[in-house]
C-alpha cells in the first residue's frame, strides 16, 4: 500500500486537486506541504493533534512538514464556522501562545537538519504595504466568487466585518509566500478551509502562470477534530496543565462506540492490518480496543510513562476505588466555611462540574460519590479533617474522578 493510499484507507482525504500528481509528491517523498495552526490560545487540542499525527505520518514517509503559526492571520480571526466575530487578540498574547506551540509541537515532528521548518506567518504579513497588497495579490481575487465560499455564509447572516472578509485573502498569501520562500508545493487543511486553499492555489497559478508548481488537498481534520476534541468541560487540550495524562487517556477510554475503530485509523500508527482485525470486536473486546487506543495516544502525546501510569491508574480505580496517579485537586483552608465544605462547592472547586446547578444535579440523580460511597444528599457537607493525609476520591458519573486533598 502506497502512503496515499494509506491516507484514504485511514479515512483522512476527503477530496483534492490534481490527484495523480499529489500522489507522486507524497508517495515518493517530494512534498514540501504545510498545515497552518492559528495560535488563539496557549496550547494545542486534539484537533490539531489530527493534524500533528498527519504531518509526523507524512515526515515519516520522507516529505517535508512546515508547521505555519498564525502570528498574523491571529490578527484578524477567520470566520470559518463562525456565527460570531473571534476576540481580538493583543501581539503579546500572540506570541507566547506561538512560543507554547512551537514546545509542544516538538513532540510530534524532527526539526533538526531542517527536516522540517516551523514559520510564523506574521514575517511577512506584518510588513505587508497596503497598496501593494491590492495591486499584487487582491486583483487576482472576484468579490463575487468570494461571498459564495462556504467560509463567509454563516457570518453574512449576521454581518461580515471588512476585516474578516481579508482572511482569504492572508491566506492564500501564505501559500504564495511559502511557495516563493520555500518550495512548499502542497498545502493541508480541515474541510472548512477548502476555499481558503483553494484560494492560494489559484493566486500562484494566476500570478505565477499555470506551470506554478502548488497543488491542494483536503483533509478531515478540522471537522472531525473539533468534534472529538471536545468534552463537556471543552477542549481536550495536549498541555498536561490544562489536561492531566489522566484526563486525557479517560477521555479517549471513553469514546463512543461508533468512533472506537475511526480514532485507531486516523489518531494512532498502529498497522492497518491490526485495527481492521478489531472492527469485529464487541462488549469486553470492544472496550479493550479503547483501552489500545487511549494507550497509543497518551504514550504519544505525553509519553510511554506517563501512559503506563494512567493506565495502571485507570485499571486500580475501577478494580479498588482508588488510584495513585489520577488527577488531585488541592483544597485550601479558604476553601473551608467553619471548618467544612458542602458537597456542591466541592464539585465545582474540583472542576468536576462547571456550575452549582449541574452539581445539585449529579447528587440528585445518584451520580456523585466519595470514596465508593454514593452522596445522595445535596446539602451535605464535609468537616476539614477527612481531606487530610491521603485525601478522598470524589467521582462523578462512571468517567470523571478527582483526588481531593487538603
Known sequence: MTVYDELVARGLIAQVTDEEEIKELINSGKATFYIGFDPTADSLHVGHFMALCLMKRLQMAGNKPIALIGGGTAMIGDPSGRSDMRQMLTPETIQHNCDCFRKQMSRFIDF????????????????????????????HFSVNRMLTAECYKQRMEKGLSFLEFNYMIMQSYDFLALFEKYGCNLQFGGDDQWSNMLGGTELIRRKLGKDAYAMT???LLNSEGKKMGKTQKGAV??????????????YWRNVDDADVIKCLKMLTFLPLEEIESMESWQGSELNRAKEILAYELTSLVHGKEQADKAQESAKALFSSGNAANMPTFNLTDDDFEDGSIGILNLLTKSGLVPSNSEARRAVQQGGVSMDGEKVTDFRAVFSKDIFSGEGVVLKRGKKNFRKVIL
Open 217 to 219: 488537498i483536503n483533509l
Open 237 to 250: 487540550w495536549l498541555d498536561p496543565d490544562k489536561t492531566s495524562p489522566f484526563d486525557f487517556y479517560q
Open 112 to 139: 533538526s537538519d531542517g527536516k522540517a521548518l516551523m514559520i510564523n506567518n506574521a514575517d511577512w504579513l506584518m510588513k505587508l504595504n497596503y497598496i501593494e497588497l491590492l495591486r499584487d495579490v487582491g486583483a
